[in-house]
């Protein structure tokens, strides 16, 4: 396995079978369909945090959370039309001893609210932004989903590397049989246009997760912005594009 130092703490990063013909528009899934170390979620991952190594602002480039900010996507989801509204709050949550940034995110359809999200994020002295948790609640009461690190096995995860580079591989979240996405970097530079924009030298990452077997979805990243575009490579058909950014 490919090993990185991150916030003092060797992590193994999972490695996965190479993507072929992203770039022509011909994606298919890993051969293996899964990470090469694809135990249970928590019986082999346990990074280990030190909070006197994190730092108040996030400024990674491919995600930078900037309090007050506010980015809206559009997209269709679950065979109906959503729009997500995704602000930088001013609040903050410790967790594992570690000051985090609250972020809210909203999706709703025609102005009636499909869920509701609080996701927890920090900043390691290295430029790595690590995923803590999330309050999620879909509808008025489904609360699958929602995790805070060191809560019942919850481990946190990496949401975007210092320097992302082909073919790093991660743990996004991991709280076995809730939350464990898996990403892994397939691309980088290039250009893409969405409702906000073009948008330069990108950033392309491919996601799955063993609670969904073969299912896949593409994410893509703008420098200065974050998430500008992601969409479903197998399975129905899923897309959420940026529309703009203030803040």
Not at 28 to 54: E, M, R
Not at 108 to 120: A, I, Q
């Amino acid at each position: 396995m490919n090993n990185r130092t991150v916030n003092g703490t060797t992590v193994a990063a999972l490695t996965f079978v190479a993507v072929a013909g992203l770039a022509a528009g011909t994606w298919a899934p890993p051969a293996s369909g899964a990470p090469s170390n694809a135990s249970a979620c928590g019986t082999s991952y346990a990074p280990v945090l030190d909070p006197a190594h994190f730092v108040a602002v996030i400024d990674n480039p491919y995600f930078p959370l900037p309090v007050g900010r506010t980015l809206v996507y559009t997209g269709v989801k679950d065979g109906q039309t959503q729009t997500d509204t995704v602000t930088v709050t001013n609040q903050t949550k410790v967790i594992l001893g570690i000051t985090a940034t609250v972020v809210s995110d909203v999706a709703t359809h025609n102005g009636t609210v499909l869920e509701r999200t609080f996701d927890y994020y920090a900043q390691d002295d290295d430029g790595n932004v690590w995923y803590l948790g999330e309050d999620t609640t879909n509808g008025k009461t489904d609360t699958s989903g929602s995790f805070v690190a060191g809560v019942d096995g919850a481990q946190p995860g990496i949401i975007m590397e210092a320097d992302p580079q082909i073919p790093d591989a991660y743990r996004q979240e991991c709280y076995a049989g809730h939350a464990e996405d898996t990403a892994w970097v397939v691309a980088t530079g290039g250009t893409v246009s969405v409702p906000y924009g073009k948008v330069r030298n990108v950033l392309t990452t491919l996601e799955s997760t063993q609670l969904e077997p073969g299912a896949y979805d593409e994410k893509i990243y703008g420098p200065g912005i974050g998430i500008v575009s992601e969409r479903s490579l197998t399975g129905p058909s899923e897309s959420a594009q940026l529309v703009s950014v203030s803040g």
